[in-house]
DNA sequence: CTCAAACATTAGACTATTCATATATTATAT
DNA sequence: ATATAATATATGAATAGTCTAATGTTTGAG
């Protein structure tokens, strides 16, 4: 049924609509990343990045492995970086399209 | 600053991230509908889909013109489905690698 | 002018997400 | 055995998203 595909791709995306969870999944375009490493580079608590590794985990977007005390994560399926860049020039040719209506609007007056 | 960007696109995302929102944007792959239509099509209430409609709207995925007492909206962006599509493929691969999961745990008993 | 149809908007209840705080867990060092 | 570092998990409060029911608005018909 229709139905579940869009429910299950619904909650794909929202897997993926929140800032830091963005923030990791850059962080993680060039390699593997600790925790404390990921906690440096996108300024979250310990807590929350854990938090968030945990939703970006269920999804199959990241894995890991443990060396030690650490938790070295990494990205699992690279056709997500397509799926953001792609993310990325959508809203790209938003903003310019929000900017050619404001624009038509001070040249109305 | 590349946390502005993250919020925008995180924002832009869970635009997306709702079953419903998904049915209409697969309806509106035809063509133009009206509110009517999309109600038929998605089985929604006619509320709940005006207030998707707005959030589509929003985000510039969607257009609408008026005619009478009708209102015919529309696709703006066809890029949007290059999107879906592609959010499609990410969702089949990492259903199969689900069950390669589920596979696995089975045969190691 | 009045009514009905099509749609939009509002308000409140309900549900889900998120964050911070506190508390586990696990591995290593002493 | 204890202490500490790195990470994970649980809990509750705050916030955001969603739905339903009711009400508004606009248009065209009669």
Redesign the pocket.
């Known amino acids: 049924m229709k139905q579940s595909i869009h429910r299950y791709k ?2 794909l995306f ?2 993926l ?5 963005l923030a990791i999944l850059d962080a993680l375009r060039e390699g593997e990343k ?6 440096e580079l996108t300024g ?12 970006l ?1 269920v999804h199959h977007f990241i894995t ?1 492995r ?8 990494r990205n699992e399926d690279a056709e997500v970086y397509i799926f953001l860049d792609l993310g990325r020039q959508l809203y790209e040719r938003q903003l310019n399209r929000h900017r050619q209506e404001i624009d038509a609007q001070v040249m109305g007056r």
Do not use: C, D, N
């Open positions: 619904a909650s929202k897997s609509a929140h800032p830091l969870r600790t925790v404390t490493q990921l906690q979250g608590e310990q807590a929350t990045i854990s938090q968030h590794l945990a939703v985990r890991f443990k060396e030690g005390t650490l938790a070295y994560y």
